[in-house]
């Protein structure tokens, strides 16, 4: 692992693959057709939106459609497999997201190795969950929560989308760092597992705010905490969870890569209209309304990105003895 690291981050630092002059007008020319956005899920979740709103303002930037190809399927594994072999010239481009860096560990078979086969391009924005229990609850803060949890061992469950997602890996650090029990019940997907959140047959979900945020406002669901720093403006008055365990932070990110061996050239000009993207005013709006900050900065910094979260997540896979079914 440490020496796939090695070579992504060396990858991700813009490795060259082909004759400089070659390499430079290659850059200076893309693109010059249609671009294919590949999200690895299906329509209208978050990176479905994310590469909506991208890709509408990168076809304005670079005079030249992208078209959005929905490929779900094995928690993104299809799409990404689909990008993995396609032609690196460019012209194919997948929506990186948190359950990437997951399934790297999660899953013992790939046909490809992400980190070696997928070069990181630009980061987009980076989102936190927010812990939520029903109104009816009886904890009212994250110490209250963790209190009730000692006092009932093995009477709590915390519900996901599905093994291997975010909100299911957010339940399982929170155990490990709190040394609390709960039983894991995972959904198809958040909107089933939040309508029996809301009746009690579980008790807690620890979910991205783009789910949770309308419930939130409505009164059918209590935040407790957000995962990262800073509070986010959409329920200010709700703290951050490292506040009560020093040390969690989890968040949801998205960004951009391409199959191995794209000219360096094109990433480079890809990277440098994805951050131009990132200071309009109307594309972080979109952004902030589903909780999200922007993430500016170069391939590396994505490439690095995605490996600390690659290490991180491997161990809680390990340390859980999370397994795919």
């Given at each position: 692992?440490?020496?796939?690291?090695?070579?992504?981050?060396?990858?991700?630092?813009?490795?060259?693959?082909?004759?400089?002059?070659?390499?430079?007008?290659?850059?200076?020319?893309?693109?010059?057709?249609?671009v294919r956005l590949v999200v690895p899920f299906a329509p209208a979740g978050p990176n479905?939106?994310?590469?909506?709103?991208?890709?509408?303002?990168?076809?304005?930037?670079?005079?030249?459609?992208?078209?959005?190809?929905?490929?779900?399927?094995?928690?993104?594994?299809?799409?990404?497999?689909?990008?993995?072999?396609?032609?690196?010239?460019?012209?194919?481009?997948?929506?990186?997201?948190?359950?990437?860096?997951?399934?790297?560990t999660l899953y013992e078979k790939l046909h490809f190795n992400f980190m070696r086969d997928?070069?990181?391009?630009?980061?987009?924005?980076?989102?936190?969950?927010?812990?939520?229990?029903?109104?009816?609850?009886?904890?009212?803060?994250?110490?209250?929560?963790?209190?009730?949890?000692?006092?009932?061992?093995?009477?709590?469950?915390?519900?996901?989308?599905?093994?291997?997602?975010?909100?299911?890996?957010?339940?399982?650090?929170?155990?490990?760092?709190?040394?609390?029990?709960?039983?894991?019940?995972?959904?198809?997907?958040?909107?089933?597992?939040?309508?029996?959140?809301?009746?009690?047959?579980?008790?807690?979900?620890?979910?991205?705010?783009?789910?949770?945020?309308?419930?939130?406002?409505?009164?059918?669901?209590?935040?407790?905490?957000?995962?990262?720093?800073?509070?986010?403006?959409?329920?200010?008055?709700?703290?951050?969870?490292?506040?009560?365990?020093?040390?969690?932070?989890?968040?949801?990110?998205?960004?951009?890569?391409?199959?191995?061996?794209?000219?360096?050239?094109?990433?480079?000009?890809?990277?440098?209209?994805?951050?131009?993207?990132?200071?309009?005013?109307?594309?972080?709006?979109?952004?902030?309304?589903?909780?999200?900050?922007?993430?500016?900065?170069?391939?590396?910094?994505?490439?690095?990105?995605?490996?600390?979260?690659?290490?991180?997540?491997?161990?809680?896979?390990?340390?859980?003895?999370?397994?795919?079914?």
């Amino acid at each position: 692992m440490k020496l796939i690291r090695r070579r992504f981050l060396h990858l991700a630092a813009g490795a060259a693959a082909l004759p400089a002059v070659s390499r430079i007008a290659q850059g200076e020319t893309y693109p010059s057709r249609p671009v294919r956005l590949v999200v690895p899920f299906a329509p209208a979740g978050p990176n479905d939106i994310i590469a909506r709103v991208l890709g509408q303002w990168l076809s304005e930037r670079f005079g030249q459609p992208f078209v959005i190809e929905n490929r779900p399927g094995a928690a993104t594994n299809v799409g990404t497999e689909a990008v993995v072999n396609a032609t690196p010239d460019g012209y194919t481009v997948l929506i990186v997201s948190s359950p990437h860096a997951i399934n790297a560990t999660l899953y013992e078979k790939l046909h490809f190795n992400f980190m070696r086969d997928i070069a990181p391009v630009a980061g987009i924005l980076r989102a936190p969950n927010v812990m939520v229990v029903a109104p009816a609850f009886p904890a009212k803060s994250v110490p209250e929560f963790i209190s009730y949890a000692k006092a009932n061992p093995g009477k709590l469950n915390f519900a996901s989308s599905g093994i291997g997602a975010s909100n299911h890996m957010s339940g399982e650090l929170f155990k490990i760092m709190t040394g609390i029990e709960m039983a894991h019940v995972p959904y198809r997907s958040s909107g089933p597992a939040l309508t029996d959140l809301f009746s009690g047959q579980v008790q807690v979900m620890i979910d991205a705010m783009s789910s949770t945020i309308e419930h939130i406002k409505a009164n059918r669901l209590r935040p407790l905490a957000v995962t990262s720093p800073p509070r986010s403006p959409l329920i200010p008055d709700t703290p951050v969870m490292s506040d009560f365990v020093p040390g969690y932070e989890v968040s949801n990110w998205f960004g951009l890569g391409m199959p191995r061996n794209t000219p360096t050239e094109v990433i480079d000009r890809f990277n440098i209209a994805v951050n131009e993207g990132l200071t309009d005013s109307k594309l972080k709006a979109r952004f902030a309304s589903l909780g999200g900050t922007t993430l500016p900065g170069s391939p590396a910094d994505f490439g690095k990105l995605i490996a600390d979260e690659t290490e991180k997540w491997g161990k809680v896979i390990r340390m859980a003895h999370i397994k795919q079914e």
